[in-house]
Antibody
């Protein structure tokens, strides 16, 4: 069945970068966009952008432009989200999700990224 | 950017109650509106897509309606397992989530 499995929790210092992996299983990798969403502690869901695994094109909302890099490894059926210039406000659980039609039908389990000096 | 206003932000209800949550878009989003349930420490799960379509495997006590800018999510008879936070999401132009509604039993 469709599964998205994310890499483990990270602790990072302010100003550094983090790279989160999302490995996909159970479907044709190139056929579905993968989205990234984050959730700060006790807060709501915030969309960070998406990648088309077929050609690698990406789109990110303006808030994250210049700080986020989405990539994919088609041979490994894995997508990656790298966020740079980390600050304390980036402490959050980061989720990947598959876009099916116009909704997110499968989600990764989440990766906690803690930014602390 | 399209803003999604969800209300109420929290509610308390009893088992068997009918519960309704509203979501309003800042501009028309046709029916590009989805509803998710999130339990503590878990990823969100899709309940309703395209405003009114029940995702496979989701109990029929969950339903959705609306189009354009105003949408309603309903639980017809609240069950103990429904304690969770619910989010609306628009995918008409980019992606935006509502602020969430915490449902306490």
């Amino acid at each position: 069945q469709v599964q998205l499995v994310q890499s483990g929790a990270e602790v990072k210092k302010p100003g550094t970068s983090v790279k989160v992996a999302c490995k996909t299983f159970g479907y044709t990798f190139s056929n579905y966009y993968v989205q990234w969403v984050r959730q700060a502690p006790g807060q709501g869901l915030e969309w960070m952008g998406r990648i088309n695994p077929s050609g690698g094109s990406t789109y990110n909302p303006q808030k994250f432009q210049g700080r986020i890099t989405l990539t994919r490894d088609t041979s490994a059926t894995t997508v990656y989200m790298e966020l740079s210039s980390l600050r304390s406000e980036d402490t959050a659980v980061y989720y990947c999700a598959r876009l099916f039609g116009n909704y997110f039908d499968s989600w990764g389990q989440g990766t906690l990224v803690t930014v602390s000096s | 950017d399209i803003q999604m206003t969800q209300s109420p932000s929290s509610l308390s209800a009893s088992v068997g109650d009918r519960v309704a949550i509203t979501c309003r878009a800042s501009q028309t989003i046709r029916n590009f509106l989805n509803w998710y349930q999130q339990k503590p420490g878990k990823a969100p799960e899709l309940l309703i897509y395209a405003a009114s379509n029940l995702q496979s495997g989701v109990p029929s006590r969950f339903s959705g309606s609306g189009s354009g800018t105003d949408f309603i999510f309903t639980i017809s008879s609240l069950q103990p397992d429904d304690f969770a936070t619910y989010y609306c999401q628009q995918t008409y132009n980019g992606v935006t989530f509502g602020g969430g509604t915490r449902v306490e039993i």
